[in-house]
């Protein structure tokens, strides 16, 4: 086994993350605004701004799904329960012991056992009841019918709150494991350069110099 830089992530995942993000962020904030956690900008114009990242973000969405499905890059995602066990008690108990990743990272397969069904359930479940309660709340006045429709908009709104809570969860889950094994810089890194350290075997290592060349560095 050698350890080579692979690039893992191309130039619309990088995209795709960093406008994501920047979105999500800009979601949350104008979220907390409008329920009243912070004034640091008036109401009318955190509802604007509301409204325009989450168009903005199902737009990306519709595009990362499309690109997902006609690049087979969706297979990522494929959960399996191969490595799952063994990755969960690494994060929840080996970490803290100093003990090495028990996953050997691939070019092509991403993200570990766990990674990916947590993934694929934010894309699945999270990202969809965000989605479908936000529009059901913008678009309230298109199948609103009085005092019964009135108790189900507070559903909806309940509804999308605790999905977007849910969300903040996620990316607290989430920068927090950056900061574990590697450096946080080191973490990444790849998500800005698109190449990352992976062990190859002699003949993956062949197959990306051959037919790839781009794709590895020494």
Known sequence: MATRLVKVFNGFERFWHWTQMFLIFSLVFSGFGIHGFHQLINFETMVFLHVIGAISLMVLWVFAIFWHLTT????????????LFRV????????????DHPYRKHY???HNPLQALTYLGVKLILFPAIWISGLA???YGLWSEGPATAMALQFVALFHTAAAFGMVVFIIAH?????????????VK???TGFDEVELTEAEEAYLKEDESGKIRD
Do not use: C
């Open 190 to 192: 790849p998500m800005i």
């Open 108 to 110: 092509w397969r991403k």
């Open 88 to 99: 969960a008690k690494y994060y929840a108990v080996d970490i803290f012991k100093g003990e």
């Open 175 to 187: 920068i927090y494991l950056l900061t574990t094994g590697h450096s946080f810089v080191e973490h």
């Open 72 to 83: 087979g890059s969706w297979r990522h995602y494929i959960p399996t329960t191969n490595g």
């Open 137 to 139: 709340y913008l678009f």
